[in-house]
């Protein structure tokens, strides 16, 4: 079954306290990418990546880390999570960016701060 | 001034009611247009993409683009109470590497 999955998909951290939120995709797609969906503000993009080893910022990049080491994978690290960070978080990909039409969206991860 | 707006709603609509979303966007180069529906707690799915001015239909969904006036539309004929949801417009400029994505419409559908 082609998908995203993401892990966990509930999170209740501390302020300062390093988390990563994984995300692999089984369909052999170049591009993929982070949103946060906050209350009133949508979805918003953190990190994009084109393809292995190509990653760029998005529209609300601070305080976020990605790596794009292998095409299936595509992790998200919070280095020094803080209260502002407490947000839904959703990974997609798609077969590469001219065809958006086929972005598949993880299940999300309900990250809380403290 | 947001790249891409919507009316936040709610929008309510009686069953069998046709429900009109609409979205504007700033970039005049925008080229591609997609609606994604989010029922609460789950991620967004696709369920309508449009490129060219006009309107695209498919089963109850009707997407409708005019570029001159920067504005795209969703029309959901014969609504459903499962229709009920929060319906996002996403666009695209070709130079542009991402999606933009309105802040939604959330929709009811009373039965």
């Known amino acids: 079954e082609a998908q995203v999955t993401q892990n966990p998909r509930y999170l209740i951290t501390v302020t300062g306290k390093k988390l990563t939120v994984t995300c692999s995709q089984n369909?052999?797609?170049?591009?993929m990418s982070w949103y946060r969906q906050d209350p009133g503000l949508g979805l918003r993009q953190i990190y994009y990546?084109?393809?292995?080893?190509?990653?760029d910022k998005g529209d609300v990049p601070e305080g976020y880390k990605v790596s794009r080491k292998e095409k299936r994978n595509f992790p998200l690290i919070l280095e020094s999570p803080s209260p502002n960070q407490t947000s839904l978080y959703f990974c997609?990909?798609?077969?590469?960016?001219?065809?958006?039409?086929?972005?598949?969206f993880g299940p999300g991860t309900r990250l809380t701060v403290t | 001034q947001k790249e891409v707006e919507q009316n936040s709603g709610p929008l309510s609509v009686p069953e069998g009611a046709i429900a009109s979303l609409n979205c504007t966007y700033s970039?005049?180069?925008?080229?591609?247009f997609f609606w994604y529906r989010q029922y609460s707690g789950k991620s967004p799915e696709l369920i309508m993409f449009?490129?060219?001015?006009g309107d695209k239909e498919d089963g109850r969904f009707t997407a409708q683009l005019n570029k001159a006036s920067q504005y795209v539309s969703l029309l959901i004929r014969d609504s459903q109470p499962s229709d009920s949801a929060t319906y996002l417009c996403?666009?695209?400029?070709?130079?542009?590497?991402?999606?933009?994505f309105g802040s939604g419409t959330q929709l009811t559908v009373l039965p």
């Open positions: 997609a990909s798609s077969p590469r960016l001219s065809k958006s039409y086929e972005q598949y």
């Open positions: 369909m052999n797609h170049e591009y």
């Open positions: 990546s084109m393809n292995v080893e190509v990653t």
């Open positions: 970039d005049r180069g925008s080229q591609s």
């Open positions: 449009i490129y060219s001015n």
């Open positions: 996403a666009v695209r400029a070709p130079s542009a590497r991402q999606l933009t």
